[in-house]
């Protein structure tokens, strides 16, 4: 049910006390004090915070900036009336006799129209509580809403003489892209693309991105990561890349009108430098979906606060931002066997519900180097509608790798035998093959002349692959995908 539908339904049924979980007490005000004016054909409006009191219509009520003088003056007050208090969180969680003092209210305000509720971020209930309180997640500004406001300031835009250029999608778009901001914060995002600019079209798309952008540093453990790899800067992957391909519109509403629900997921493993970072940054490019990446050392770091509720956080900034992309890099580290108890086991849990039931339009791009440390629960479909193995490359791919990474970097490819290196950089990953190329280009750069192909085969002579040095533990990996996970190119190594 709706936020604002569950709160109207709360006070017709005379609920006493009403937690509100918002970071927007602004927005949660003004939307209170319309519900109640709707309902109600005169009624009083108070606000608490710890600086000023009780306030009404602008006063301050005298000697009513401790929590326990103004929940008694609640407790008095003869009038029909609501209450809003703003600081209270944190004497709820410190001290007994302010929840005892809400115990008392809430049977003094029960069956009359009078109403209390609490606003806060984060919700501190202790047991004692969790009977009398009713528990309503605010939430963010709903599509609507912010469909509202940018209503509002495009009308303002007008009257002060300037074009708008935008079509119903154009809007739609702009709309969708402050979408996971609060109500303030979409409306700083609007007013600052529009600041000074004499036509608004859909431009100025790319402006009301930053603002999302900063929306998650300030989260701590999540990057917003650029869309700067397309899906033909990959060398083979022919099968990952056609799975990708056929779901390239499956965000769309034309898919959703076919019957279609979006993917939830992808987990992709192997061997070392073979492309699973790569293909993931490739998905955002191909589907046009902003691209996040969580961090789970920093999770566990605490340098986001607690890590459970760091990790909670920035699952519910994700949800709100969606439709996106969330890629979690080398998996295994953050969620594993070794999860088994404390901040990791809680974690896991949270992960696991979260994967299953999220109805957002998030798809989660997970990589794995050692996928048998995973939890068979975090592997079982429902959570990720795939697993792909990506193998080193076989010798058709090595010679695309080649001809990309040569491109790449201004060679002539021609002036190279593409087949002849291909063979040579046998058991070679993609990344020791761009790496090889850039270390023989440093050669020929330092000689001021092209790179050519005794360059590479010089490299290729003095260094020795990942496949040689960690032959079982690539062995192993072989051994577990095989059977186990769709093998990410349709040719075999060779």
């Not at 929590?67 to 703003?86: N, R, V």
């Not at 049977?107 to 129209?113: A, F, H, P, V, W």
């Not at 279609?260 to 589907?287: D, E, F, H, N, Q």
């Amino acid at each position: 049910m709706p936020p604002i539908k569950q709160l109207q339904e709360n006070i017709i049924a005379h609920c006493p006390i009403t937690y509100l979980l918002s970071w927007e007490e602004n927005r949660v005000e003004r939307v209170l004090r319309e519900i109640l004016s709707n309902i109600f054909s005169d009624i009083s409006f108070y606000t608490w915070t710890i600086s000023d009191g009780l306030k009404k219509n602008g006063n301050i009520i005298p000697e009513t900036t401790d929590p326990l003088q103004a929940l008694g003056y609640i407790i008095t007050c003869q009038e029909d009336s609501a209450f809003l208090m703003k600081d209270l969180h944190p004497f709820i969680r410190t001290d007994p006799r302010v929840v005892r003092k809400l115990r008392d209210l809430y049977y003094s305000l029960r069956d009359k129209n009078k109403f209390l509720f609490l606003i806060s971020p984060f919700l501190y209930l202790p047991q004692e509580l969790k009977k009398e309180v009713e528990v309503i997640n605010f939430g963010l500004p709903d599509l609507n809403e912010l469909e509202k406001l940018l209503d509002e300031i495009l009308t303002e835009m007008v009257q002060k003489g300037i074009y708008i250029d935008l079509t119903e999608k154009d809007k739609k778009d702009l709309i969708i892209a402050v979408q996971g901001l609060t109500y303030d914060e979409a409306r700083r995002a609007y007013l600052k693309a529009f600041h000074d600019k004499k036509v608004i079209d859909k431009s100025l798309l790319g402006i009301l991105h930053e603002e999302k952008k900063q929306l998650i540093l300030k989260e701590g453990v999540l990057e917003f990561v650029p869309q700067k790899i397309s899906i033909n800067d990959i060398g083979g992957l022919d099968v990952l890349k056609d799975w990708l391909k056929k779901r390239e519109k499956a965000f769309t509403p034309e898919a959703q009108k076919f019957g279609l629900t979006p993917p939830r997921g992808l987990l992709v493993m192997g061997v070392s430098g073979c492309g699973k970072s790569i293909s993931i940054k490739a998905i955002s490019s191909l589907w046009n979906l902003p691209l996040f990446r969580l961090d789970m050392n920093l999770v566990y770091s605490g340098i986001a606060g607690v890590p459970e509720e760091a990790f909670i956080r920035a699952l519910n900034t994700i949800d709100s931002v969606a439709p996106a992309i969330l890629w979690i890099d080398e998996i295994e580290s953050g969620i594993n066997y070794k999860s088994a108890e404390g901040s990791a086991s809680r974690i896991f849990g949270y992960f696991l519900t979260w994967m299953q039931e999220h109805d957002s339009q998030v798809f989660v791009g997970a990589t794995a180097n050692r996928i048998d440390l995973l939890p068979a629960e975090l592997l079982r479909r429902g959570r990720f509608d795939q697993i792909f193995f990506i193998d080193l490359p076989s010798e058709e791919e090595r010679e695309e790798i080649f001809r990309i990474h040569l491109a790449k970097r201004n060679n002539d490819v021609s002036k190279f035998d593409l087949n002849q290196l291909a063979k040579i950089a046998k058991g070679w990953s993609g990344a020791e093959i761009e790496q090889a190329i850039i270390s023989a280009m440093y050669e020929a750069f330092n000689q001021g002349r092209p790179l050519n192909e005794d360059d590479l085969f010089k490299v290729f002579s003095q260094t020795v692959p990942l496949s040689t040095t960690m032959a079982e533990q690539i062995k192993k990996i072989k051994t577990w995908a095989h059977g186990r996970a769709v093998r990410a190119s349709s040719k075999g190594e060779n």
